[in-house]
């Protein structure tokens, strides 16, 4: 018996120092004050063991656990039965712990226990790498804002709220206008800067109360607007996140200058799971890009059933551009003080069996998103010169081709080489054609595009700045390039003349003329504008009081009857 008793004291003796060993244990009584605590607990919680006996787990509470979680434990342990759970834990140092716990309470069975034995294993190491885990797969590393699936988490649970509290939220898509322009001409180390000091700005100036942030694409943010009471709520929060891109952003000693489109959804009204508001926010947002960029539109309807789809769009324009259904139009250019021809410029046009004329300007920003604008633009600069060089051949007195060329294009490496071999090809002389840079190449140029230019420019090439006084360059920044003609932009013509555009108009005609430039002015459609123009000395024209952009055909008869 004495043996039996001796082997048996003996084998809890081990059991307390392999527990000892192996584990962190803690007891209290059944108020919860602890009246045990191993070394591993010591060493882990950072007290020590005096500092431990008599007090309660309060001393090591973090704060992470809502009370329900402590609620729910004691009410298991108190009516004796075993409670198993992963607790987050202080130390004495601030710093975090973790432990995978279990209690045990005493006597066993006892619906009214005394102690509880509770034995901890450390797991925050395995928390920490599931934290990265759960970070990698819900977070952007870049904006550090929770990503896509992060977005669709969240939304479950807002809509969970949302039904129990019968209320609305408002999901608004972003979408930056141009970025893959940013990215393409300035590197990606700019584009990701960008991104970080959008999402920064935006957090500073969002209301984190009530908004939450997300970025689930390259240049897509989701902001998550809850419980708003009104769609004037919406509207105001809109419009407040257009405003925070006014001012520009300094990347990298570049001011970069970049806008947005949103689209919103709302719960429920717009869908009521968390796919399909994501989808109506991002057709609002195709429609507000499509519509002129830098606006919001709010999801309807009608948007599902009149919107064509990019995707389908961009097939069909690649299918366009193989079974040569693309065209060029020509619009004269006309020396304002003789109102003669002195040229054209080739004009994009795609006659879709279905759809109808397809603007360019809907178009070309898909090809420009899509890269498909390089082999197309390809395209329009060998059909223009070679066009150019039958003119000729046809007996007509020589004059120059304006071609559009996208920004993107001069990211291409053998732009130049692709320039001089449509010359070539065609046996057109390089001074028979203009290149039309629009005013992005100039705010972002860097020495890479400056060179290409150059090179056009010592080929004999012309080359002119389309769209003048829309972008942000200004005379300072073409003084130093190989410009040969500024286009004022239409929208300051179309107003002319008795308007605050007339002194823009002038101040443009002078400072051209000062720096030796020609200057063109685009749109004229009335006489008035067209004496306004004359009277102030611009020496080149284009617009419907001249004549509309024409087919080839028509273009020869023009020259023809000028014969
Ligand atoms: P842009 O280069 O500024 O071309 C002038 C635009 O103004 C043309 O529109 C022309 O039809 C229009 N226009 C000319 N005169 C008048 C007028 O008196 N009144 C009004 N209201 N409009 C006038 P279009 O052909 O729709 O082209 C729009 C833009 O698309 C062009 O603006 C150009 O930026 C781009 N684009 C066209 N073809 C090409 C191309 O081959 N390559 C590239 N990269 N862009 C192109
Ligand atoms: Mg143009
Ligand atoms: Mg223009």
Redesign the pocket.
């Known amino acids: 018996m004495l043996q039996i008793e001796h082997k048996l004291l003996e084998a809890i003796e081990s059991i307390k120092y392999a527990l000892d060993q192996s584990s962190i244990l803690v007891i209290t009584d059944e108020k919860g004050v602890i009246t045990y605590a191993n070394e591993k607990f010591c060493e882990i919680s950072k007290y020590r063991e005096e500092e431990l006996l008599g007090s309660t787990h309060q001393m090591i509470n973090s704060g992470y656990h809502k009370q329900d979680f402590f609620k729910e434990m004691w009410t298991t342990i108190r009516k004796g039965d075993i409670w198993e759970g992963c607790i987050r834990n202080r130390a004495k140092d601030g710093s975090f712990f973790w432990v995978d716990t279990i209690i045990v309470p005493f006597p066993k069975g006892s619906p009214n226990p005394i102690s509880y034995v509770s034995i901890r294993r450390d797991i925050t190491k395995q928390k920490e790498i599931e934290r990265q885990i759960y970070e990698l797969a819900y977070y952007d590393p870049l904006t550090h804002l929770r990503n896509r699936r992060g977005f669709h988490e969240y939304i479950e649970q807002e809509i969970e709220n949302a039904r129990h509290e019968q209320s609305m939220f408002a999901t608004i898509f972003i979408d930056l206008d141009r970025f893959k322009l940013v990215n393409d001409t300035l590197g990606h180390k700019v584009g990701d800067g960008l991104l970080e000091a959008i999402a920064c700005r935006m957090n500073e100036r969002l209301d984190s109360k009530l908004t939450t942030m997300f970025r689930i694409g390259g240049d897509e943010f989701t902001v998550v607007w809850s419980n708003i009471q009104s769609i004037e709520d919406v509207k105001a929060t809109a419009a407040k996140i257009l405003h925070i891109f006014e001012e520009p952003f300094d990347i990298k000693g570049y001011q970069i200058s970049i806008t947005p489109s949103l689209g919103v959804s709302i719960y429920p009204t717009h869908g009521e799971d968390s796919e399909s508001l994501l989808r109506r926010a991002d057709t609002a947002m195709y429609y507000a890009k499509e519509s002129g960029e830098n606006h919001y539109e709010i999801y309807t309807e009608e948007m599902e059933n009149d919107f064509v789809n990019r995707t389908t769009l961009e097939q069909e324009l690649r299918i366009a551009l193989k079974s040569n259904k693309l065209q060029l139009y020509y619009?004269p250019k006309i020396n304002i003080q003789n109102k003669k021809m002195v040229g054209v410029?080739?004009?994009?046009r795609w006659n879709h069996p279905e759809w109808g004329f397809i603007?360019?300007?809907k178009f070309?920003p898909i090809a420009e998103n899509s890269g498909f604008?390089i082999p197309l633009?390809e395209w329009?600069i060998r059909t223009a010169c070679k066009q150019n060089k039958e003119w000729q051949n046809e007996g007509y007195a020589p004059f120059i081709m304006s071609?559009?060329?996208?920004t993107l294009q001069f990211k291409q490496q053998n732009l130049v080489e692709m320039v001089a071999d449509a010359l070539r090809e065609s046996d057109l002389d390089a001074k028979w054609i203009e290149i039309?840079i629009?005013e992005s190449v100039l705010i972002n140029y860097g020495s890479e595009v400056i060179d290409k230019l150059n090179q056009l420019k010592a080929m004999g090439v012309h080359i002119s700045i389309?769209?003048f006084g829309t972008g942000y360059s200004s005379f300072n920044h073409i003084k130093n390039l190989p410009i040969d003609i500024v286009k004022i932009d239409?929208s300051f013509v179309s107003e002319l003349p008795n308007s605050n555009d007339e002194a823009i108009v002038k101040a443009i005609i002078s400072m051209a003329q000062a720096l030796n430039l020609k200057v063109l002015a685009?749109?004229?459609?009335t006489e008035k504008q067209w004496s306004f123009l004359h009277q102030e000395g611009c020496q080149e024209g284009?617009?419907?009081?001249f004549s509309?952009?024409l087919p080839s055909e028509e273009i020869e008869k023009l020259l023809h009857r000028n014969n």
């Open positions: 619009q410029e080739a004009l994009l603007p360019p300007d070309i604008i633009g329009v071609i559009n060329l996208s039309e629009t389309d769209d239409r685009e749109g004229i459609e284009q617009g419907f009081l509309k952009p």
